[in-house]
């Protein structure tokens, strides 16, 4: 029986998950554009023997956003090489879009950073809410929901192909012979699809996972069914235990429709937290972050994730009701409306509330009232570990490490040291064996 325990996953951008975390840190502001506060992130979370750390991404920011928060949207795949090489066992997950991208292409970056960090790569895949990215991609207008989500699905099929293109023994290295590779054990993908023609293999062998872990992270209906399909670890969950384990139940129903056994997936809903040696202190943190925060920000940001522009509406105002009639346009909008429903608040009052993500979880206190609910949760079977969204990095991050994992690895619920190599190994994830039926040997040339 393998050893179960908590995983951990931590997001790992710029100076913490508060939009407001610079502001309340003695850093410069700069720092979060240095590969040294990445670094010293990396090894915080090894220090805590956490499982993976994970880069945000979108192919295009909203402008508004530059004025309010640090902007340090690198391509996450670069940051995660640099980090392969200055850590040993945390795994890298980084997240890119199947909307503005080809298959070959991530199929070979993910591939190439399983290789650089001997196994700990995973790819957040995600199908960008964003519509203003599509100007930067050439003409296209940004493709409905139902649209992206019909493309990823093939999309990932088709990277999993190429992973799968070379057989695990391909490689001979008989030098007396003059053989490096069998060229019977290439399987290009010969793909044809709706949207993809993918011909021929990767210019590399299989590489260490087999296939890097692949992640999902979309709430909606769509959303869950590409994660059923797909995913190993799911990064949203719900803000109750009670509602938490139906939907972990949910998922996993899914997943049996496609076929996968009811271990294949870990769930592993966001986190964000606020950490201080008494509950006053945390609560005076956050109290900080929060007068530090601005509400043309909030609202801003608000409106971009429900998909309202911000012409459509009077910030200070309550949201129209014909806007409401219309229903909501995202997923996190349909939270936004059942509370804006029948209430008077103005839509800048609405936004004010959300430090965080509408609907997830928000933790303000100490270490062992963290380690608590950490392990409510886990025993509950509402979650197989967290995503930590540490409010302020690298402070939060490092509490969690110091104070919040000792008190978990006491309760016996966190590890004491890594086992495994992969990131396959660290969340007790099968290395997938390639699936053959569609695709076929290369022809004798
Ligand atoms: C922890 C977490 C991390 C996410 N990271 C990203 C990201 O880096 N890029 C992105 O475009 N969306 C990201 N998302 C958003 C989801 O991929 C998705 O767009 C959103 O949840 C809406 O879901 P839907 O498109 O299925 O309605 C993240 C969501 C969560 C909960």
Known sequence: MP???????????????????WRV?????????????????ARIAERGLLDSLFLADSPGVAEFRTEFLPQSAFDPLQVMAALAAVTEHVGLIATASTTYSKPYDLARRFASLDFLSEGRAGWNVVTTRIPGVAENFGGEPHPPHADRYARAHEYVEVVQKLWDGWDDDALVGDKAAGLWARRASLHPPAHRGERFDVASVLGFPRSPQGHPVLVQAGASDAGIDLAARFAELVFIGQPTIAEAVAF??????????FGRPSDAIRILPALPFTLGSTDAEAKALRAELEAASSSEFRWRNLAAMTEIEPHEIDPDAPLPAALL????RTSIGATVYALARGREQTFRQLAEQFAVRPGALDFTGTPEELATLIEQWWRAGAADGFTLMPMVLPRDLALFADHVVPLLQRRGIARHEYTGRTLRDHYGLARPRPARAASRPVAAA
């Open 248 to 257: 972990r139940a949910r998922v996993q129903r899914r997943a049996a429709d």
């Open 25 to 41: 840190q003695e850093r410069d502001p700069a720092e979060v554009l240095r590969l040294a506060s990445y670094e010293e992130i």
């Open 325 to 328: 009639d219309a229903g909501p």
């Open 3 to 21: 050893e179960r325990h908590v995983h951990l996953n931590t997001f790992a951008h710029g100076s913490g998950y508060h939009e407001a975390a």
